[in-house]
């Protein structure tokens, strides 16, 4: 008897144990997924403690162009895949929603959705970044120094049709009703983390973080509110907005009822994608700097808690420092980056793959004299023409396709230098070193290409995700999943590959002077066009 009872004691003893190891590990095993609507895909990412990617599900969202220059989303499409690739990367990895410890939101910042309050219905689609169609409201708002001036020291921007302001107000003028509803509270605005959030949260959440009210052209960067003066004069009441938080919080819960299963999750952490990209990668102190090549191209950097106003066409935007607390960035904008290379593919024709691209940009050891300016949307920093057009200057018989995929690589590099030239004039210090990630840095021609143009360093991130990863970052940061950001820093995996400039100053310079001598051509046609108009 007294054998038994030892028998059944020690094996009680393992049996006990082996639960406290898998309990132990089951407690260990929790994740944290970022939510990264974009412009042209919803997608959702899981990651580990050691910021590993463990899935990733994604849906490309329909493009919509009522008119030359004006682009629009399905606000209604936006939360269907945003809301579909959620179920299915837990799907994929057989992850269960209680092994998930927050969700962070990043996502296209400019990009605007208006809705009633009551039903949760759009009342018009969603006016994406890129659209143009307040460019003339826009030089209206322009012709007023003073204005102008104002928006600039307020809000860190300049008056242009990318903002969320004209956007709103476009909405209200034009779909009927809809200032009057407004004005009595039936309706409610935002930008996608916004709408994403009150969709997840059934209507109970109404919030933006700071990193995306920055870019409305309505936020004072300074005081960190609502300008009253800005929205009196776009006639937005302040009633439509949402209630403005930091990046790194719990905000509220997406909670999940599956049949008799429920589960609730922390909604943690919100940053537009080019701040999230920016802490993705770490630059996180004054002076770091990440380039994002995605739809657009986006230079930040970080500049600290104190603000910069740029002379030369840049933007002062909100950032976060290590612990997800407001910091300032300055930011240079290249509207049209990955998206010329889809125009070759899909109404160009002239390659079927995007991958095709680097093979057929080494197929040539030059692009014969010929310069692209893809100006489909206008030019941005530091021009900010909303009324240029694209053009293609230097074509002769000898020129082929396999020299316009070349130019067309060439000019997103171009583009970025005319951004880095007067970022380093208004920062008062010059790069040795720029951090870049996005779907184009695949591209090594083009990595080598930008470092020869730059003639700095570039330190491409192998870590694809890092939108995603930097709001990863920020959700977990607020929940404990990391406890600092110096643990982040410790344990996270990062890869990077370097390029280095390799072509002399004379060939650098001559090549970059022919591009400027290209963009002056572009915007000369544009006002000569406009001239035979009148």
């Known amino acids: ?192 983390d916004s709408w994403i959030i009150w969709k997840m949260t059934n209507g109970k959440i109404h919030i933006t973080d700071y990193t995306n009210a920055s870019r409305t052209m309505l936020f004072n960067i300074h005081t960190l509110k609502w300008d009253d003066q800005l929205l009196s004069i776009l006639d937005i009441p302040v009633s439509m907005l949402p209630r403005v938080c930091s990046s790194s919080e719990i905000y509220g819960s997406f909670d999940i009822f599956e049949g008799c299963f429920s589960c609730t999750i922390p909604i943690s952490g919100i940053a537009g994608d080019q701040q999230a990209a920016l802490y993705g990668q770490l630059c996180v102190f004054p002076g770091m700097s990440n380039i994002t090549y995605g739809t657009g191209c986006f230079l930040l950097t970080n500049i600290g808690v104190h603000t910069i106003q740029s002379k030369y066409g840049l933007l002062t935007t909100i950032a976060c420092g290590a612990k997800g607390e407001l910091n300032y960035a300055l930011e240079g904008t290249v509207f049209i980056g990955g998206s010329i290379i889809q125009w070759l593919r899909d109404e160009m024709k002239l390659i079927s793959d995007i991958v095709d691209i680097e093979y057929f940009a080494r197929k040539v050891k030059d692009t014969h004299g010929v310069y692209v300016v893809p100006a489909f949307s206008g030019l941005a920093t530091p021009f900010w023409d909303p009324h240029v057009r694209g053009s293609i200057f230097g074509i002769t018989r000898g020129v082929n396709i396999y020299h316009i995929i070349r130019a067309t690589l060439e000019a997103i590099a171009f583009q970025i230098r005319d951004v880095v030239e007067v970022m380093q004039v208004d920062y008062g210090k010059s790069f040795k070193l720029i951090r870049v990630a996005g779907g184009m840095v695949v591209s090594d021609f083009l990595m080598q290409c930008q470092s020869d143009i730059l003639n700095i360093n570039i330190e491409k991130s192998l870590v694809g995700e890092v939108s995603a990863l930097g709001v990863a970052y920020l959700s977990g940061l607020s929940v404990g999943f990391w406890k600092s950001f110096e643990e982040i820093c410790t344990n996270s995996v990062f890869l990077r590959c370097k390029f280095s400039p390799s072509v002399q100053y004379i060939e650098r310079e001559y090549h970059y002077n022919c591009w400027k001598n290209a963009v002056i051509c572009t915007r000369l046609w544009k006002n000569l066009s406009a001239k035979r108009k009148q």
């Open 1 to 192: 008897m007294c054998v038994f009872f030892i028998i059944y004691s020690i094996r009680y003893a393992i049996i006990l144990h082996v639960i406290v190891i898998v309990m132990i590990l089951l407690k260990k095993k929790k994740y944290i997924v970022a939510l990264d609507q974009g412009t042209s895909a919803s997608r959702a990412i899981i990651f580990d403690y050691y910021a590993n990617v463990i899935g990733i599900a994604r849906k490309e969202i329909t493009q919509i162009y009522p008119k030359p220059g004006w682009v629009e989303h399905d606000p209604m499409e936006i939360w269907n895949t945003q809301y579909d690739v959620f179920f299915e990367v837990l799907r994929k990895t057989g992850i269960c929603c209680n092994q998930i410890s927050g969700i962070g939101v990043t996502n296209q910042r400019e990009t605007i959705v208006v809705w009633n309050k009551k039903d949760g219905k759009p009342i018009y689609n969603a006016i994406v970044w890129q659209c143009r169609r307040t460019a003339d409201f826009c030089n209206e708002l322009i012709s007023d120094t003073k204005l102008e001036k104002y928006v600039k020291r307020v809000t860190g921007l300049v008056i242009d049709p990318y903002f969320s302001g004209t956007k709103i107000k476009w909405i209200l003028d034009f779909v009927c009703d809809s200032r009057t509803r407004a004005y009595h509270g039936e309706l409610l605005c935002g930008t996608i």
